[in-house]
């Protein structure tokens, strides 16, 4: 306890958005994905068509997914230009599978899907604030973890869940414990339009 009367105040935060988009998912298009030609990937399994966002029967999807970039877009980053889905894939946890710890490259937000049924117990999505070595370690004591310290945040994704993050956020997908593969679809993006400014000469039109 102490006599300081005082205050914390967050100066910059990470956002993390998460909507749900089942409006836009029908049992074939979950069918389809399902049976999508697969490959080994780190540990997991990733689809061998890495924008399965063009095909055409994935459209509904596609097009939900631009409408919650263009929230993000605008309300989130509160910019004036359009983010755009890059490369979209599939993956397949199987049972005592995760995911490493990884970030994406070449994208400015990625997103996740979870389109069918997670198996329980579930396996959660982790946030690591860290984004390069540390050589110091301040490890808050349990009861004193805050969002001014915590090292990781969890995620447990459900069903119709589009989350959406920075790409350069650190995340691993912790290892399925269940007996049923765990489906999801990820996807990277970029931006579309005018940055900058012509009388700076810092324009970049994209
Ligand atoms: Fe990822």
Known sequence: MTDINYEVHPLFAEPFFRGDIGFAISDEQIEYIKNLKMVPNHQNLISENLYIFEEPELKSIKDAVQEALDVFASEVMGIPQRLYVTQSWSLINNPNIGMHG?????????????????????????????????????????????????????????????????????????????????????????????????????????
């Open 102 to 206: 990884h970030s994406h490259s070449n994208s400015i937000i990625s997103g996740s899907l979870y389109y069918t049924d997670l198996p329980a117990p579930g396996s959660n999505m982790i946030f690591d604030r860290h984004r390069a070595y540390q050589q110091l370690q301040f490890t808050p004591q349990n009861d004193k973890q805050n969002i001014f310290n915590t090292t990781m945040n969890v995620v447990t994704p459900q069903r119709n869940d589009l989350i959406l993050f920075s790409s350069g956020l650190q995340h691993f997908v912790e290892t399925n414990m269940s007996s049923e593969p765990r489906y999801s679809i990820a996807f990277n993006t970029f931006i579309k339009g005018k940055l900058g400014d012509y009388r700076d000469v810092s324009e970049l039109t994209l």
